[in-house]
């Protein structure tokens, strides 16, 4: 059985979505899902076998809605066990490191007060992720954020605001450290 292969991406969700720029090279299970559409660049990198797999490693590309996106630059590679989940539009740029078990969500997927709980739906916001963005381990990216280029945040890291280019930021919630 091979651990990995190289491929050209037609996978079809349920509305026939999920598009790629070329070549796609898939070292855990991908998982495009929901109604909404799914962009790949040339040369995206899904999962590593040498990185450690708890779980089951797939990565999950999730445009929940039928109006939401989910857009990939070239040359970004996924660790194992992701998720990027969009109500909205979650856009990552080229040549992008993403860690493991990182978790993207442009929603909160409910209303935070009280009575709107359990009713109403939460209002999503735009993510972006500009080019050559190094994203650690077990990050989580919130709803409304634009990660600058060429920064990087730190493993184990919430980031809730906007993070601006050429930084290192860490923390819960992550502030910047230091520039590069």
Same mark, same amino acid.
């Given at each position: 059985?091979?651990?990995?292969?190289?491929?050209?991406?037609?996978?079809?969700?349920?509305?026939?979505?999920?598009?790629?720029?070329?070549?796609?090279?898939?070292?855990?299970?991908?998982?495009?899902?929901?109604?909404?559409?799914?962009?790949?660049?040339?040369?995206?990198?899904?999962?590593?076998?040498?990185?450690?797999?708890?779980?089951?490693?797939?990565?999950?590309?999730?445009?929940?809605? #039928? =109006? /939401?996106? +989910?857009?990939? !630059?070239?040359?970004?590679?996924? @660790?194992?066990?992701?998720? $990027? &989940? *969009?109500?909205?539009?979650?856009?990552?740029?080229?040549?992008?490191?993403?860690?493991?078990?990182?978790?993207?969500?442009?929603?909160?997927?409910?209303?935070?007060?009280?009575?709107?709980?359990?009713?109403?739906?939460?209002?999503?916001?735009?993510?972006?992720?500009?080019?050559?963005?190094?994203?650690?381990?077990?990050?989580?990216?919130?709803?409304?954020?634009?990660?600058? #280029? =060429? /920064?990087? +945040?730190?493993? !184990?890291?919430?980031?809730?605001? @906007?993070?601006?280019?050429? $930084? &290192? *930021?860490?923390?819960?919630?992550?502030?910047?450290?230091?520039?590069?």
């Amino acid at each position: 059985m091979k651990r990995w292969r190289v491929a050209r991406l037609w996978v079809m969700s349920l509305d026939g979505s999920v598009r790629s720029g070329g070549r796609l090279m898939l070292h855990v299970p991908l998982i495009c899902d929901g109604k909404g559409r799914v962009s790949l660049g040339a040369k995206v990198s899904i999962g590593c076998t040498v990185a450690p797999v708890m779980g089951a490693g797939d990565v999950r590309l999730q445009a929940r809605s #039928k =109006d /939401s996106l +989910i857009d990939i !630059g070239p040359g970004t590679s996924f @660790s194992n066990n992701v998720q $990027v &989940i *969009a109500e909205q539009r979650v856009t990552i740029g080229a040549r992008c490191l993403i860690g493991d078990a990182v978790l993207i969500m442009d929603s909160d997927f409910h209303d935070l007060s009280a009575e709107g709980r359990h009713g109403q739906p939460a209002t999503p916001a735009p993510i972006v992720l500009e080019d050559n963005v190094f994203i650690g381990s077990r990050v989580i990216i919130l709803k409304g954020v634009t990660i600058g #280029k =060429d /920064s990087v +945040i730190g493993a !184990g890291s919430v980031v809730i605001r @906007s993070i601006p280019p050429g $930084v &290192i *930021a860490a923390g819960n919630p992550a502030k910047v450290i230091r520039t590069l």
